[in-house]
């Protein structure tokens, strides 16, 4: 069952790369990787790379948050006590210890409780509430479950037990009557990252609670690493606000003064300088995990709570040896668990796996599951019983979404919840067989024979020689990795083998060196001495590797550790990605794939141009009779992409208004990779399209079947109705909110303050000041040869204005030329990106002889002003302001 891994190399954006590496300031190769990654956007790289604090979203914006940190709050300051009711997992264990120390640490009455996974099982149960209400516990807040508990909740309810729930789960159709629901994933919620760990979400509520008592950011940064820890355990995406938690919490880890912590990390044989998401996920978490899984996970909650050195040791070496006993007995039920797929012909035929034993232990279940996957390629349910009831764990590969799976076989499950990837759940004997063949059927429905064969995919394919010191070095931004966020692997297609030998202790690796134009580099590949056979020396070969930075006798070099090798020509590449219907993708593609050399044109905002030129393709229209319009305010919103796609998803139609060609082909990337129903129903217009595909375009608004359309201001769709209208961007100008030859009932707004410093610095651009021009003219003169005759590329220009106007340096270029023309200095043409130009030795003149150079600074001192009334107006003024254009 076990099959060859299919190479998949994602296929380049050419333009999308090109925007990336020019506005953010980084190589292609980086940029394609961040595309790979799902970030397509400027914002979100520069989101992505810089990972900072400050990008950690408000609490307040989790729905329930205010009702949460004001009850336990109340319970401060009624001296209640207050239960802290984890989960059984890493991520429970870390998550329950961050809320116990917060709220010891404001001066609350608290206490803990984890169920034991084999005596009570998941998530919440009567008798630990009965029993808390015994103890006195007047609110119960549980971290990293209950969000199915909606029986239980009632039950609390009923004893007089106040119930806060933090959970990270899929939630169910009903949600719990507690007094307050913490889950960015809740169907009502807003909160713009959906992805936050169990522990994540502790952190937010924590976060809550101490800015509403008066304490600063500090104090909640002091859990980062516990967050951290739990959040790489719990194989959530890297991304987001995961990403930022795990970022600054791995420093933190490192340097950690936790006694707990550094006993589990000197018990693990790791060293704080390599601490990484791989150390944590397979060294310090599986220890931890082990408490929960071979006995009470209170030992390791009592371990992370530890103050003595000497005790927190002594807990570290009981998780280790529990440890020991779990990979002994997860050995024992994986040998059994591949028996019986090898004893049934038929189950080996399945897409699905289903296993049952009573022989194993539920808590390494998981695990072995997870070991199965990675054999056969293929979802599986394990599960352990016990006098006829099960206790299951099931793990999935892509394109097979477990609690999806699960509800839709609901009748034959007792309990379930989980993820898309891992899930658990409890069943009856004697409905596991029925369970089976409905998994199977839906699984048959699903599950196509590309599904099934597992893929290795490659980030780019490279030649060696692009693979500077540098360039590797740059990658490392890409870190940390996880979940969502791969390491990069490149390969590269018919390197010439120079020499390879098999090394280590049995001879399993393999140490390589290989040649591709005039480059050599080292290579090593673990655990793959048996494709030594098929690299002789001389031999053409294509190769799967991660670069990276070898460290030796004080220097350093570039070192490929290699995954695979295949036959020359065996790559195969992969779709673009695009989510559009079979009818528009030929459209759109051509609309996102824009030579490389019309990509620089694109940078500007149009707004600006309009005001400098003129030069866009609006024709005034038919004004249409409007009714009152609507306006909507989201200016101040955390996440423009985040809050763009809950407003599209709302309503039938959508209008999507951005400042630039760059910016239309972002945010409609974007929105077609997206897993939304109208994801195929989304277009593009910008002022570089050919008129043809511009014509095709406004067939299909005609017709109606476009459901969103991302354009740049003044498109020339005169009359289409669309249900809202978004301003994605910042206007520069009041033209720009020009909205009579638009059928519409709704404005959104969307650009605001954060846009403002990019927006200020394209406007200081369009007028450059006489510094900036002197640079730009200095630079042109060392150009020229003895007849004053010289060329530049546009990379070349653009550097020479960085330093003035950064993200804003084209602009710059082609205003200053303009002005030198104007005033006699030079005459030049241009030919793609380079400038061929004759500078006149013996002009003199002065800036006030240049007509655009008077009309930029006043067009300047207009967009600076307009864009100070639209930022500082109310909802209610800007309303008039779009109202006036009818």
């Excluded at 974007?670 to 050919?690: D, G, S």
């Excluded at 990106?833 to 300047?860: G, W």
Aim: proline fraction near 4%; charge should be negative.
């Amino acid at each position: 069952m076990r099959r060859q891994k299919k190479w998949r190399v994602k296929a380049p954006h050419a333009a999308l790369r090109q925007i990336l590496a020019t506005e953010v300031g980084i190589s292609k190769i980086l940029a394609q990787l961040l595309i790979n990654r799902g970030i397509y956007t400027v914002d979100q790289a520069r989101a992505f790379l810089g990972s900072e604090l400050d990008r950690l979203f408000s609490p307040w914006l989790m729905k329930d948050m205010e009702k949460a940190v004001e009850r336990i709050l109340q319970a401060r300051q009624k001296g209640e006590q207050i239960l802290v009711y984890g989960d059984y997992d890493v991520d429970g264990i870390t998550g329950t210890t961050v809320l116990v120390l917060a709220l010891r640490k404001l001066g609350c009455r608290v206490d803990y409780f984890i169920p034991h996974r084999l005596e009570e099982g998941y998530g919440l149960n009567k008798e630990a509430l009965e029993r808390a209400v015994e103890q006195g516990v007047a609110l119960l807040v549980t971290v990293d479950c209950g969000i199915s508990g909606a029986a239980e909740v009632e039950t609390a309810k009923e004893l007089g037990l106040d119930v806060i729930i933090t959970d990270h789960h899929e939630p169910p159709e009903q949600l719990p009557a507690a007094m307050a629901v913490l889950d960015p994933k809740r169907p009502d919620c807003t909160y713009p990252f959906k992805e936050l760990a169990g522990v994540g979400v502790a952190l937010k509520l924590i976060q809550g609670i101490f800015e509403r008592a008066g304490l600063g950011q500090g104090e909640w940064e002091e859990y980062l690493d516990l967050v951290c820890l739990g959040t790489v355990a719990d194989i959530v995406p890297l991304q987001g606000e995961n990403r930022i938690l795990v970022k600054h919490g791995l420093n933190r880890i490192a340097r950690t003064d936790r006694p707990g912590l550094q006993a589990l990390i000197k018990v693990s044989g790791v060293k704080n300088e390599s601490l990484g998401t791989r150390e944590l996920g397979f060294a310090l978490a599986p220890r931890l995990n082990a408490a929960g899984r071979m006995g009470d996970a209170a030992l390791g909650v009592e371990l992370l709570l530890a103050t003595d050195p000497l005790k927190a040791e002594h807990m570290a070496e009981a998780l280790n040896r529990g440890n020991q006993e779990r990979q002994q007995v997860e050995s024992k039920v994986l040998a059994e668990a591949l028996a019986l797929v090898e004893a049934d012909p038929a189950m080996a035929e399945e897409k699905v796996l289903v296993l049952a034993s009573t022989n194993w232990h539920p808590g390494v279940i998981g695990i072995v599951a997870s070991r199965l996957v990675d054999r056969f390629y293929r979802p599986v349910f394990m599960i352990s019983l016990e006098e006829g009831k099960g206790k299951g764990s099931a793990r999935s590969i892509p394109g097979f979404h477990l609690y999806q799976a699960m509800v839709s076989c609901q009748e034959h499950l007792e309990q379930f919840g989980g993820h898309a990837m891992a899930a658990g759940f409890s069943i009856h004997e004697d409905k596991i067989m029925d369970f089976r063949r409905a998994v199977n059927k839906l699984a048959d429905e699903i599950l196509t024979e590309e599904h099934l064969t597992p893929n290795l995919d490659l980030d780019a394919l490279v030649n060696l020689t692009e693979l500077s010191l540098d360039t590797v070095q740059e990658l490392d931004q890409l870190s940390p990795f996880g979940h969502c966020n791969p390491g990069p692997i490149l390969g590269c297609c018919q390197a010439t083998v120079l020499h390879c030998r098999e090394v280590g202790k049995n001879g399993s690796h393999l140490k390589i060196k290989v040649r591709e134009d005039q480059v050599i580099l080292d290579g090593i590949g673990f655990n793959l001495a048996s494709y030594s056979e098929m690299l002789a020396t001389g031999d053409t070969v294509d190769m799967a590797f991660v670069p990276s930075i070898n460290f030796w006798n004080g220097r350093s070099s570039v070192q490929l550790e290699v995954k695979e090798f295949k036959e020359a020509g065996e790559v195969t590449p992969r779709e673009d990605g695009l989510g559009a219907s079979e009818g528009m993708q030929e459209f759109l593609r051509k609309a996102l794939y824009l030579p490389e050399e019309k990509v620089t044109e694109g940078l500007i905002p149009l707004g600006i141009l309009q005001w400098c030129w003129g030069n866009t393709n609006n024709k005034p229209g038919q004004s249409f009779n409007h009714t009152d319009i609507e306006l909507e305010d989201f200016r101040d919103c955390p996440d423009r992409l985040a809050q763009l796609l809950q407003i599209i998803d709302r309503d039938n139609s959508s209008l999507v208004m951005v400042e630039s060609v760059a910016q239309a082909i972002q945010v409609a990337a974007f929105l077609c990779t997206r897993e939304y129903p109208w994801r195929r129903e989304v277009l593009v217009y910008h002022p570089l399209m050919e008129d043809a595909a511009v014509q095709k375009m406004a067939d299909h608004l005609r017709a109606n079947r476009v459901k969103v359309v991302v354009a740049t201001t003044f498109a020339p769709f005169n009359g289409v109705h669309f249900d809202q209208m978004i301003f994605f961007h910042l206007p520069f100008h009041p033209g720009e909110c020009h909205i009579a030859n638009w059928r519409t009932r709704k404005v959104v707004l969307l650009g605001g303050k954060a846009q403002a410093l990019e927006a200020r610095e394209h406007i200081q651009a369009m007028a450059p000041d006489r510094e900036a021009l002197a640079a730009l003219f200095k630079f042109l003169r060392l150009k020229i040869d003895h007849q004053g005759k010289g060329q530049a590329g546009k990379q070349d220009l653009r550097q020479c204005l960085k330093g003035f106007y950064p993200r804003a340096a084209d602009l710059a270029i082609e205003i200053g030329l303009t002005v030198f023309r104007e005033l006699g200095l030079i005459d030049y043409s241009k030919q793609g990106n380079t400038y061929f130009f004759k500078i006149n030795l013996n002009v003199r003149s002065d800036l006030k002889n240049s007509q655009t150079y008077h009309r930029a600074l006043h067009t300047k001192e207009e967009c600076l002003r307009f864009q100070r009334h639209y930022l500082s107006a109310t909802g209610e003024q800007l309303l008039q302001l779009f109202n006036s254009s009818f």
